[in-house]
């Protein structure tokens, strides 16, 4: 777990002296809302209470230090030479290059940033699917700002950091992740419509704790096989004669989708009923409707896993173990799918139970060691007063 005191103990380490700020940025989980975002619908993440902190002090002249404690490295860069490279030419992505892209993308945007020294530290688990990248974005970010007196405008700065991320870091990922990071209210998940962009704070359910569970397997075949439903995806929208399926009701597509193939169909019908979850799910959130939340979180995995098909055994039994626990409201695989993490809704009070029954659970089935992480909801990117 994060150390602030190991963090400043590290930045006069590295550096000399103490920091002038530190500024923080999270993760995330997505409740629900899986596979809608690229066809225009809804998402519903929340910030998570791990995050990347960076300890900083400014700079007088175009110089960026980082030390990172996760790579117990050094990188540098100068803010007067950034070029993105080509796709073709760029090796696979380090660590700095989303420093670095945050400043060329917040350069781009016409931003005259100055130069600060600082350390990095994170404990959102890299490779996990709760965003440490959009984390690191967010946090860069809110250290040239706070550095540069950058007036902070959450959502511009989402689309800033997304931008970083697509044009070079080149992973095409949509606005969910930086939106989260940035946005995140503490006891809040946000809806956001994937479409418009416009967002709706909504309160967690009290007397609960989000689980995060991951089942210690990696997402391998994720690219191809997300290419792939992608495509049945714009598929089925030609079809149907609309611009995407978030254009379709729940109510109106057992009829429309006829002239559908059977496995264009499946495709179809967990996106069209997922968009209809995720709103329905939002309403729950307001009404303090725990049972009819878990309920929909139950519904997504069972239309991810049989209609979608991007589950896999793991999760499979994951989600199974969660469910077996009488604590448990609902529970589902969260991200892209085929490894990672599913997500639970748990009674507060017996989280911890509930964290030590499924894990044991879990490792008896499928002998793999998994790793559950309790989560609240937290503030997204900010200025950290540390007394």
Known sequence: MFSMNLLQKKFSEIFGGKEEWIVRAPGRVNLIGEHTDYNGGFVLPMAIDRAVWIALRSRKDK??????MEYKENRSFSLDILEKQNQEEKKKSEWIDYIQGTAWALQKEGYNLS?????????????????????LELATARAFATIGNIPWNPSQMAYICQKAENLWVHVSCGIMDQMISACGEK??????????????????PKGTS????????????????????????????RLLGIQQLRDISWEDFPK?????????????????????????AQLAMEKQDTISLGKYMNESHESL????????????????????????????????????????????????????FVSEQYKARTTL???????????????????
């Open 115 to 135: 130069g600060w020294e600082g350390a990095v530290c994170s404990d959102v688990p890299i490779g996990a699917g709760l965003s440490s990248s959009a984390a």
């Open 187 to 204: 006891d809040h998940a946000l809806l956001i419509d994937c479409r418009s962009l416009e967002t709706k704070l909504c309160p967690t």
């Open 63 to 68: 110089q960026v230090f980082v030390y990172s």
């Open 369 to 387: 060691n998994p790793t559950l992480y309790i989560s609240q909801a937290t503030k997204g990117a900010e200025i950290w007063n540390v007394e």
């Open 256 to 280: 429309k989708s006829t002239v559908l193939s059977d496995i264009l169909q499946r495709r179809s019908r967990h996106v069209v009923s997922e968009n209809f979850r995720t709103l329905q």
């Open 210 to 237: 989000i689980i995060i569970m991951d089942t210690a397997t990696r997402r391998g075949l994720v690219e191809s096989a997300y290419n792939l439903r992608r495509e049945q995806c714009e598929t089925a929208s």
């Open 305 to 356: 896993k049989n209609d979608f098909e991007v589950s896999n055994d793991a999760l499979n039994a994951m989600v199974e173990c969660a469910r077996n626990h009488p604590a448990c409201f609902g529970a589902r695989m969260t991200g892209a799918g085929f490894g990672g993490c599913a997500v639970a809704l748990v009674r507060q009070e017996m989280a911890q139970d509930f964290s030590t």
